[in-house]
């Protein structure tokens, strides 16, 4: 089994700032890598597929990069909305499509 | 729109059965794969199982195997989830989401379910 492993476990961020959560694989996972954003009581929503590919109604401060064991979510300037916990997802081995443990971006 | 509804959780005892439901519409349900995922209180992500459009091919994680039982049925455009011999771990928010390709590109928004004696 694949195993994903995010970075840092908590990030502090000032609105308006750039974010840069990171996402590594255990092996390679070409780019059948996802990104999801969970809000407080809320469910997953998918925001990034094949590593760069926002999903529909992304706003484009959203980007991925990455291909193979390293990834990267950047998001370029927070919004109020935009705290909340970021998971990582490979594809490429599935099942089982194993995630991340999550990424916590706060208010600092 | 793609929606899904998530019903059926509640407080079990260890050793007793809960079947989850997840009720589909917004997008021809008979033509996609679809997932339960979990999350226990105040962790990540797990995946749970997988079934095949027509159902005929299932997926487990190991630490469901032999106890849940995934099921559909396309024309109520309905997804199942039957868990037997329920565990304190088994304690989660259960979301079902749509399949594309390995990835869950709709979630549901969940059904508690709580095994506490």
């Known amino acids: 089994e694949i195993v994903m492993t995010q970075s840092p476990a908590t990030l502090s961020v000032s609105p308006g700032e750039r974010a840069t959560l990171s996402c590594r694989a255990s092996q390679s996972v070409s780019r059948n890598l996802a990104w999801y954003q969970q809000k407080p009581g809320q469910a997953p929503r998918l925001l990034i597929s094949?590593?760069?590919t926002r999903a529909t109604g992304i706003p484009a401060r959203f980007s991925g990069s990455g291909s193979g064991t390293e990834f990267t979510l950047t998001i370029s300037s927070l919004q109020s909305e935009d705290f909340a916990v970021y998971y990582c997802?490979?594809?490429?081995?599935?099942?089982?499509?194993?995630f991340g443990q999550g990424t916590k971006v706060e208010i600092k | 729109q793609v929606q899904l509804v998530e019903s059926g959780g509640g407080v079990v005892q260890p050793g007793r059965s809960l079947r989850l439901s997840c009720a589909a519409s917004g997008f021809t349900f008979s033509s996609y794969g679809m997932h339960w995922v979990r999350q226990a209180p105040g962790k990540g992500l797990e995946w749970v199982a997988v079934?095949?459009?027509?159902?005929?091919?299932?997926y487990y994680a190991d630490s469901v195997k032999g106890r849940f039982t995934i099921s559909r049925d396309n024309s109520k455009n309905t997804l199942f989830l039957q868990m037997n011999s329920l565990r304190a771990e088994d304690t989660a928010v259960y979301y079902c989401?749509?399949?594309?390709?390995?990835?869950?590109?709709?979630w549901g928004q969940g059904t508690l379910v709580t095994v506490s004696s």
């Open positions: 989401a749509k399949d594309r390709l390995g990835i869950f590109a709709y």
């Open positions: 079934i095949s459009d027509n159902g005929s091919t299932k």
């Open positions: 997802q490979q594809y490429n081995n599935w099942p089982p499509g194993t």
């Open positions: 094949g590593a760069s």
